[in-house]
């Protein structure tokens, strides 16, 4: 929690996330760093913890473990450039691959170029944009499972973990004798197309991400960098898939075909990209994509209808509302002289209407403005004045109106509205400096920046003899 707006979390903030009974987050911290699931740093302003990649795995493993998804773990049986491949079994002791996202090695640093993962952010974690890949690459897991595709059967994801099926065989780079070469061919030309055809391009479409079943089907993995067929680039992506299929061919079988597809052969069947919301696909062109489809006018009919039914649920509480006003105000007037009666009605009415008026107009939000309320309230008070000055019920009335209405001659205030309205806007004044956030100050800030100035002292002192100061 700490490390999302901290590169180093100071110790005192950790302590107050934690909010552990007893305390002891120290010596608890500092266990973790003895088993390399924390790290302590000393950073520029201030020193910290950091948790590194072996203590995201624990915390990934461990909601795994308790959701009964992994009970036991075996060898490592591949290594990407973002992520690592292991062996793992579930309760009924069947094998399953677990796959670890490790994004920010040296050889595919440049994520914020090729990927759409940091968007609007200026910075941002290796571990929270490898939790940001898996949870992309379960999605099109199960879009594409779903509709048919070759690939592992998604199981299951947690931060940077996705466990999916073990696919019992190899990769294709590893395959050098295939029975029937051509019909191996179309058949991965024609996933290509299936792919663009669903609204989504590969974009690494080679013999490292082709798994060879033991029968020789072709099996699709790796999905993390998929765009959308409305990308700019698309029609590049779309074009390297079929020239590394083609390339590998021609080098490992030396087969080479003249049929090939293109970019323009694609014909929109479905709209995972819209779904995904991949990369390369804005707005709009989601919306445009939906209307197409007919997705978005069927969803646009079922809101419109569900807000006419609450208009009109809405609109007939209000006018029960009314009629038992009505009929209570009637009820109370029964024995009143006709003129008092008639007068007393309709300023009854003309309260109720600026009341409910009132209520209407007021937001709807949880955090109200004090003054609209206080100006609202200082209304309806003036209005009950001005009634209660200008017709003077019968005793009758006026005991009735204590006992069962809220609108009685006792209602108005003795403290002036003015008073009350200064009380209120203190009151919330007060609220407001104490809800706001401290500044937490971090243990061993000046610490740091004593070193700092010592590192500076002790620098000038080495170079003096060098130029020969005194």
Known sequence: MGMKNHELVPASLAAQIANLRYGGVHKLMRELCKHKLLSYERGKHYDGYRLTNAGYDYLALKVLAQRGIVVSFGNQIGVGKESNIYVVANEEGKSLCLKLHRLGRTCFRNIKGKRDYHQHRKSASWLYLSRISATREFAYMKALYDRGFPIPKPIDANRHCVVMELVEGGPLCGVYEVNDIESLYDELMNLIVKLGNHGVIHGDFNEFNIMITDSGKPILIDFPQMISTEHVDAKHYFERDVNCVRDFFRRRFAYESELYPTFEDISREDCIDAEIKASGLTRQMEKDLLKEMGILENEDEETAQTEDESNKESEEEISNLRLQVEESV??????????????????????????????????R?????????????????????????????????????????????????????????????????????????????????AHATTRIRRENKDTIKQSTGIWGWE
């Open 330 to 363: 009637n009820s109370e007037l029964a024995s009143t002289p006709d003129v008092q009666a008639s007068t007393l009605a309709n300023n009854l009415g003309n309260v109720m209407d600026r009341t409910l008026n009132l209520e209407n107009e007021r937001p």
């Open 365 to 445: 939000d949880d955090h109200v403005n004090a003054d609209s309320d206080n100006e609202s309230a200082d209304s309806f008070d003036s209005a009950v004045v001005t009634f209660d000055s200008e017709n003077e019920c019968p005793e009758i009335v006026k005991s009735q109106c204590d006992s069962r209405s809220v609108y009685s001659t006792t209602t108005t205030a003795t403290i002036a509205p003015e008073v009350i309205k200064a009380k209120v806007k203190v009151a919330l004044q007060k609220r407001g400096k104490k809800e706001q956030t401290k500044r937490v100050l971090v243990k061993g800030e």
